[in-house]
């Protein structure tokens, strides 16, 4: 009986802890972009200064280049929680600035910032419903 009872409690602990948190790779949404028709690729160079290239939360986001010009930063955090706390890190870090026309995206553990500012691409939106459904 008491066997029983601690393994309910680490169950319910691991519920309320996320441990059972479905997480998304880099791979699995490489692959969802290509899908839409959006290749994404490896930028040649980067402004180092650029916001959309800032380590939030401890974790520094993987670059990409979509439509020529088109920056699209990536996130992955280890759960959902670490990519909430990326969006308020974000929001901290560029209160005062004059931020360019963005998009940012929380779905489970991935955070993705989507300088938009020359155009916005509708297919972005169904990458990130697509994502969406891994996690549901």
Known sequence: MRLRMIIVIIACIAVITGCNEKTISIVQIKDLFEKQGIPLEEPTELNKESVFLMTLNGVAPEPFIINDDQLISIYIYSSGSGAKKGIRDFEDKTAAADVAAHEKYQVGNVLIIYD?????DV????????IQSLVS
Not at 123 to 130: A, D, G
Request: charge should be neutral.
């Open 116 to 120: 938009n500012e020359s155009f916005k």
């Open 123 to 130: 297919r972005v939106e169904q990458v990130i419903k697509e």
